[in-house]
């Protein structure tokens, strides 16, 4: 992990907007329906061209004024200055090879994966390597598809770019400035690291959660004293339960061994409160609590 | 669990407010200090006595308005109509009974704890038992002590009062008067029901928090990648971490066996989502996160 490097907020790019480009995105969900939002509204793009396996979700798209025209993946590439690609990870693999394919020396590719190990090395020997860039911009929510989308998305959130090295520094300019126009605070670090810290900070909360709902549901039968009684504690931390399993199995699969490192981990954290609980240990249960506590320090 | 009974938010209470009420708050911190501040808003309360065995809590208290004067336990109850303990629930036992050898069949006790089977059970043969009413608003922030108390809380949240035919009919008029006007749902159970509704929907959520921030804090020794790194869904599953072990160990180890219990469920339920990595059965982790995708049906 030594080569995390963080940036600060401060702007050291001086490039300007390339405005009215013409920008395709692959998906129209949450995360691409979002950036186009953002895209338009700051005038990056005079144009949003949208690629979807799914019919229903482009009209969606078209009605939210999210798109302007929906196209065939090929057509859309060839029209396009920029390409934005936030579909699963597993899928992205091989649209983004299509892509690729495709491109030329002018035009640039980003995704905005929540894994960047086997993506980037799935790409490393690809002849337009150099046109792509490996983004993940840490935000979401929970809810999914062109409907979830907002305006506001990404502000004062990090925005992990891996193996800047390998891309091309217009590339590079390009996206970065876009990101930071949105808020976002740009961090560096390689591919696997990225992963590594994505399975602590974002994966191991999912699992967490979606954990969490199932042994509710599992053991509290009666669905209306959960309704009446739930309060802000446990929306907060079943919330992420509700998200999409289309969207993050596969990110689990391909972060599975970094995963499992971290859910061993919890599994043996909650096996301490356990045992606290199981001895009425106070003294050794208040010790494991304020260790938690110290999250504090690093949390605002 | 059979015994719980859900009532819709209609008042059916036509009691009048006890207006201009000289009331006890014993604890000065978020939910006494909210309670206070709500009181005071709605005209229940004329005078707020608080009780403390921390004097700087007591002067935070009286400059920010919760209190207007700091008194002894007993020279406090003397001088109350009304009693609203919310310290830490182990002590609650103790300075229940203190409080009711000191009532006259004029005055009213409430506890505000996030349990009640043990105190319940503890008071049970008190002669003062009727005027005492177990109450448990469910609301709260992570964070403690007088500074956290806010207005406009308990607004849309479930109240559980328990064991109602033990205490006079006046009692629970009042109280539920106090709690339906702060915008709160009456919900009736017994001592035994609720605890096992709170271990399964707050008490388990502060534990895989706890579990969750010492996961974090152990495998991700470089605190700044966190910081840098962290976004709303880690923040929302990891926020109850920060809750005070002072009143939480206490909750946790009162209600320990029905905790166990769902602690245990909750481990089994993460081995599975462990062994749908290990053996890489994508159809399996997906299944399960549908299934916890059901809780969407439940949280609105």
């Known amino acids: 992990m030594e080569s995390t490097e963080i940036l600060d907020k401060e702007n050291s790019s001086t490039a300007s907007a390339k405005e009215g480009a013409v920008v395709t995105i692959v998906g129209v969900g949450l995360i691409s329906g979002s950036f186009a939002l953002a895209l338009k509204e700051k005038g990056f793009a005079k144009k949003v061209i949208g690629v979807s396996r799914t019919e229903a979700s482009l009209q969606k798209a078209k009605?939210?004024?999210?798109?302007?025209?929906?196209?065939?993946?090929?057509?859309?590439?060839?029209?396009?200055?920029?390409?934005?690609?936030?579909?699963?990870?597993?899928?992205?693999?091989?649209?983004?090879?299509?892509?690729?394919?495709?491109?030329?020396?002018?035009?640039?590719?980003?995704?905005?994966?929540?894994?960047?190990?086997?993506?980037?090395?799935?790409?490393?020997?690809?002849?337009?390597?150099?046109?792509?860039?490996?983004?993940?911009?840490?935000?979401?929510?929970?809810?999914?598809?062109?409907?979830?989308?907002?305006?506001?998305?990404?502000t004062g959130r990090a925005c992990v770019i891996c193996e800047k090295e390998k891309t091309d520094l217009d590339v590079v300019t390009y996206v970065e400035n876009i990101y930071k126009t949105l808020g976002m605070n740009m961090v560096y670090m390689d591919a696997h690291s990225h992963d590594i810290h994505a399975a602590y900070i974002s994966h191991i909360s999912h699992i967490t959660s979606f954990a969490l709902a199932n042994t509710v549901l599992e053991k509290e039968k009666e669905e209306d004293a959960i309704f009446a009684l739930a309060g802000g504690g446990f929306e907060s931390t079943v919330r992420l339960a509700k998200s999409s399993p289309a969207m993050w199995a596969p990110i689990f699969m391909q972060n599975r061994e970094n995963l499992l490192d971290v859910l061993n981990e919890h599994i043996s954290q909650l096996r301490k409160f356990k045992a606290s609980l199981e001895k009425e240990n106070l003294e050794y249960l208040i010790e494991l609590m304020e260790n938690a506590n110290k999250i504090k320090r690093i949390l605002q």
Request: glycine share 6%; charged share 20%; net charge negative.
């Open 63 to 154: 009605q939210l004024g999210i798109i302007d025209v929906a196209l065939p993946l090929e057509e859309a590439v060839k029209q396009s200055d920029f390409i934005y690609v936030a579909i699963p990870v597993d899928a992205t693999i091989t649209v983004m090879k299509q892509i690729m394919d495709l491109l030329t020396d002018k035009q640039m590719v980003a995704d905005a994966g929540s894994t960047k190990f086997v993506l980037c090395d799935a790409l490393k020997d690809h002849p337009m390597r150099h046109r792509f860039i490996a983004t993940h911009p840490m935000w979401g929510t929970e809810y999914s598809g062109p409907e979830a989308a907002v305006t506001g998305a990404f």
